[in-house]
């Protein structure tokens, strides 16, 4: 991580701040049914997409991303845990339907699902996918500390006391294993077959 000065409290509180109240919404959709750890990692994400937008002066979809980034692990819950769909498709899936009932059209339902299906690629072009670009940029972060000198030191450290970690590596390191496991050929297998866990363990944000 780049040496800078911690934020403060304002501009932390912008960079978690739901930019609308649909976006509001489905942080407290995303609550109703996850667990304290993934939710702060929902947010944790958010933020850490948001600023890595701006400073990398990227235009984006503020709402679309926050919402994506509030919804993008709903597949791992329990209500919605699929039996065969990789969790992210059966999250962006429930993440549709919120859209539909937000008032989205379809289009926007559709980039939604997008975006939170890329989130889980190894890596998403900016061109292709600027909010998917940089929701799989933020949580590969979050998760395993992937790119972790492209943010600011100050920024990451304020943002993990702010929302503290509390086990989520261990948490989502175990759901990711249940997910490999049940399904073989999804993107959790092949990131479980590439040493995720190991990754999780040795995130430095856990170290802060």
């Known amino acids: ?26 942080l407290e959709a995303a609550a109703v049914v996850s667990s304290p750890a993934l939710l702060a990692h929902s947010r944790r994400s958010a933020a850490l997409a948001v600023d890595l937008g701006r400073r990398e002066g990227l235009t984006f ?19 919605f845990d699929s039996h065969a769909e990789p969790f992210e498709r059966a999250g962006a899936e429930v993440a549709r339907v919120f859209a539909s009932g937000a008032g989205w059209s379809a289009d926007m339902g559709q980039r939604l699902v997008d975006v939170i299906v890329r989130h889980a690629w190894p890596a998403v072009s900016a061109a292709l996918d600027v909010e998917g670009h940089l929701l799989e940029r933020a949580t590969s972060l979050d998760v395993s500390g992937v790119g972790v000198d492209d943010w600011p030191a100050g920024l ?3 943002l993990v006391d702010r929302v503290p970690r509390d086990g989520f590596g261990v948490e989502f390191g175990g759901l990711m294993s249940t997910q490999a496991h049940r399904k073989p050929g999804s993107e959790a297998a092949r990131t479980i077959r590439a040493g995720m866990r190991d990754r999780i363990a040795a995130n430095p944000l856990d170290r802060l």
Do not use: I
């Open 1 to 26: 991580m780049s040496t800078a000065p911690r934020p403060t409290a304002a501009v932390l509180d912008e960079l978690l701040a739901p930019p609308s109240p649909v976006a509001s919404r489905a």
């Open 61 to 79: 979809d503020h709402e679309l991303l926050f919402v994506a980034a509030a919804l993008h692990d709903v597949g791992l819950a329990g209500p």
């Open 156 to 158: 990451v450290a304020a």
